[in-house]
């Protein structure tokens, strides 16, 4: 277990539609980030927050938004949904935004777009 | 250019035996770190190890160890002792310190490779 919550685990909804995952990191993790795992693209990064502030961005859609809250956790926000936004989408968690400490991931939310 | 490339798109071991998973990256960022991540069929990315650039040994947790060469710019995972709770997928990532404003924490990630353990 690696203290990384994501919700929801599973997700199926329509083309067009708009859905909001969300994150809770480990405790005293002030790091939170966002990754899309497809098969043609791979692991891509998408955005990073530190301590309520957008810190990176990664090649992240306009139709995506995401925002980190006062007690850390985040939501990643997707709108318009596509049949290729169908994803695993994992949020990750460390406790600075660099440095050597690794990156705790969660058990990711599989979004399905019918 | 690839930042990170794995070109075993997979391998076998049998079980008790040694692997070793390739990665080679490319950055001119002479401060970088690299991971190594596990990622099982039921989909959670699990934490390996890590290498910094300034790092003089190579890194080891447990059975795994980094062998790291920094002129040759690889970060090969040795796995020592396979069991077959290590089939899965293996991903090399890395993060550089100066790669822009905008890429802060960024990790990025190789193709990965498949690892199958036999009994």
């Known amino acids: 277990d690696s203290g990384v919550t994501q919700t929801p685990k599973h997700l199926i909804t329509a083309t067009g539609q708009r859905v909001t995952l969300r994150c809770s990191p480990r405790s005293g993790d002030l790091s939170v980030y966002w990754y899309q795992q497809s098969l043609d693209q791979g692991l891509q990064f998408l955005i990073q927050?530190?301590?309520?502030?957008?810190?990176a961005k990664g090649n992240i859609l306009e139709r995506f938004s995401a925002q980190q809250f006062p007690d850390l956790h985040s939501e990643l926000n997707l709108s318009s949904l596509e049949l290729g936004d169908s994803a695993l989408y994992f949020c990750?968690?460390?406790?600075?935004?660099?440095?050597?400490?690794?990156?705790?991931f969660g058990d990711g939310t599989r979004l399905s777009i019918l | 250019a690839q930042k990170i490339t794995q070109t075993q798109p997979g391998m076998f071991v049998q079980e008790k035996e040694a692997v070793t998973l390739d990665c080679t990256y490319d950055t001119s960022d002479p401060s970088y770190g690299l991971f190594w991540y596990k990622q099982p069929s039921s989909g959670e990315m699990i934490f390996l190890i890590y290498?910094?650039?300034?790092?003089?040994q190579n890194a080891t947790e447990g059975r795994y160890s980094l062998n790291f060469q920094k002129a040759r710019k690889s970060a090969n995972l040795v796995i020592s002792a396979s069991q077959l709770g290590d089939s899965a997928m293996y991903f090399c990532?890395?993060?550089?310190?100066?790669?822009?404003?905008?890429?802060?924490?960024?990790?990025?990630f190789g193709q990965g490779t498949i690892l199958t353990v036999h009994p």
């Open positions: 990532a890395m993060r550089e310190a100066n790669a822009g404003g905008t890429s802060y924490g960024k990790l990025t």
């Open positions: 290498q910094g650039s300034y790092d003089q």
């Open positions: 927050y530190y301590n309520g502030e957008e810190r």
């Open positions: 990750a968690s460390s406790v600075g935004g660099y440095g050597n400490q690794p990156q705790h």
